[in-house]
């Protein structure tokens, strides 16, 4: 058992702050960082000067990558971690990142994340890369919680099936490849058990909390505006509605089964993540 720290880049974001708390419980100290320093140690991407103190004498690190980053970014900070004596790098990426038009005409997120997967393949060390689906927990602490708790999700996404992943089993396969033996060398592509369709996520909800969202489809063009009418800048929206775009088209529906190959077990459900998150208190706010 390592009793070096193992860094976590977005210490407090839905993996991030997971694996903190894994690694936490196993006696394992962790680094969590982020670009605010708030909650954690500060590590901004774009300053270069918050690196060094964040990789000092660590074993490994957690890498989520700054979207949107210029490329080589993600190369620099690896090759600055085997520098510093991180021994494994472990990558959150994403599912469909090496399948062409998988979001769409928007080839920007596919690329930045190949760059990075390269990054850490080329990096000298063990290296591992998760290629979660959608995480499950955007419905209770991520882009649709808001509209959930309104009562209705407005979302370029057809049919809306999808088999969401819950982030605890990225956090326990991420945890897995930082510690345990077997995974070096391993791209595992992440999903939960079976598809499920946004209508059938949002009833799965009403059933364990008594709250009613409907679904409303909407073409990409309409939800891009709606973002937009509603503060969001239009680049960051076109993100959201390429993003979408796997699951309008079907792609999500996919099962893969890498967290039995990393874990050994099956997957959570998604009605199994309503249960855990509603038995928190997910779904209570009152909207405004």
Not at 131 to 148: I, K
Not at 160 to 168: H, K, N, T, Y
């Given at each position: ?5 193992i ?5 407090t974001?839905k993996?991030?702050?997971?694996v903190v ?7 394992i ?33 957690y890498?989520?990558?700054l ?30 990142v ?21 990054a ?29 708790l309104?009562?209705?999700v407005?979302?370029?996404a ?47 909800i ?22 937009v009418?509603g ?8 993100l ?9 088209r079907?792609f999500?529906r ?5 967290v ?7 997957a959570?459900s998604?009605?199994?993540y ?15």
């Amino acid at each position: 058992m390592t009793t070096k720290p193992i860094l976590v880049l977005g210490g407090t974001g839905k993996t991030g702050r997971r694996v903190v708390r894994r690694l936490t419980e196993l006696g394992i100290p962790a680094r969590a960082v982020s670009r605010s320093g708030v909650g954690a140690q500060r590590f901004d991407w774009n300053d270069d000067t918050t690196w060094a103190p964040a990789l000092d004498g660590v074993s490994g690190v957690y890498v989520v990558q700054l979207d949107g980053g210029p490329a080589g970014l993600t190369r620099s900070f690896a090759e600055r971690a085997v520098d510093a004596g991180a021994e494994r790098l472990v990558l959150l990426s994403a599912r469909g990142v090496d399948t062409p038009g998988y979001y769409g005409e928007a080839t920007a997120t596919s690329e930045g994340f190949l760059d990075s997967e390269a990054a850490v393949r080329d990096s000298g060390v063990a290296w591992t890369v998760l290629r979660p689906g959608w995480f499950a927990q955007n419905f209770d602490e991520g882009f649709f919680n808001d509209s959930v708790l309104a009562g209705e999700v407005r979302l370029p996404a057809g049919d809306g099936a999808a088999s969401w992943i819950d982030v605890e089993d990225i956090a326990d396969v991420a945890v897995a490849a930082l510690t345990g033996d077997g995974h070096a060398g391993r791209t595992y592509e992440l999903s939960g058990p079976a598809p499920v369709t946004l209508t059938e996520a949002l009833g799965l909800i009403e059933q364990a909390t008594g709250r009613t969202a409907r679904y409303t489809p909407l073409t990409a063009a309409a939800f891009v505006a709606e973002l937009v009418a509603g503060g969001v800048p239009k680049a960051e929206a076109e993100l959201w509605a390429a993003a979408l775009h796997p699951v309008e088209r079907g792609f999500e529906r996919k099962v893969s089964d890498g967290v039995r190959q990393a874990l050994g077990r099956e997957a959570r459900s998604f009605a199994e993540y309503v249960k855990s998150a509603a038995a928190q208190g997910a779904w209570t706010k009152v909207p405004a």
